[in-house]
């Protein structure tokens, strides 16, 4: 998760002023999805409270239904303006017009956060991803794009490494991407179930040396 939304997660509520409150729904539509993120990430979306939503945003329960309809309509929102740009910071974006696609991905895995309240949450995409693509096909759906986005934006990036002599020729970078992705998710759940940073950390540490692998042999490096 990139540090804003990891901020999201552990924000206070504020205290909300007395007297009356301008109507901005725009903020308030804001206000819930917040709410809403931060109580799934906590309960998972099915034990989620409405209450507890509606009580966090300061907000009735009419507001909640004018700006989303349903509690999945709300879940919907929070796979994609939440966790989908969130994925697109953390790994797409380092991706753009990088000289080396292998120093962007070091560096977005380095990035990963070892904060406990992240560790012990675990990633908000897979916690969704496996509380709910069984059960409802509009998560399936919204989080499969995530995952072949993020898979095929790794992908395509390799391959312009390889046309560039910056990545193994030998190497298929839908598989190659594929397996980032397993790994960053796998050690994720990992330290989830242990509580415990060390986990995450040892497996930075082994993803980061995986990449350096990566590398095209210096004496088989494209010369430009």
Request: cysteine-free.
């Given at each position: 998760m990139l540090p804003g939304?990891?901020?999201?997660?552990?924000?206070?509520?504020?205290p909300r002023r007395s007297g009356p409150t301008p109507r901005d729904p725009k903020r308030t539509r804001e206000r819930l999805l917040q709410a809403a993120f931060r109580e799934v990430y906590r309960s998972g979306f099915q034990s989620a409270g409405l209450e507890a939503i509606?009580?966090?945003?300061?907000?009735t329960k009419g507001a909640l239904y004018?700006?989303?309809g349903s509690k999945e309509a709300l879940g919907y929102a929070i796979v994609e303006e939440i966790i989908a740009p969130d994925n697109r910071g953390q790994w797409l974006r380092p991706l753009e017009d990088c000289r080396d696609p292998i120093d962007a991905l070091i560096g977005a895995v380095q990035a990963l956060s070892v904060r406990p309240e992240a560790v012990c949450g675990g990633c908000p995409l897979i916690n969704l991803a496996q509380e709910m693509s069984s059960l409802?096909?509009?998560?399936?759906q919204r989080l499969a794009t995530i995952f072949r986005n993020w898979q095929d934006g790794v992908a395509a990036a390799l391959l312009d490494g390889q046309n560039h002599g910056k990545v193994?020729?030998?190497l298929e970078p839908a598989q190659a991407a594929g397996l980032l992705i397993?790994?960053?998710?796998?050690?994720?759940?990992?330290a989830k179930n242990a509580q415990d940073a060390k986990v995450m950390k040892d497996g930075i540490r082994n993803i980061?040396?995986?990449?350096?692998?990566?590398?095209?042999l210096r004496g088989n490096r494209k010369r430009g």
């Open positions: 939304t990891i901020d999201l997660l552990v924000r206070k509520n504020r509606l009580a966090a945003a300061g907000v004018h700006h989303f409802d096909a509009g998560f399936r193994r020729r030998d397993a790994m960053v998710e796998g050690y994720g759940a990992l980061v040396e995986w990449l350096r692998s990566l590398r095209p």
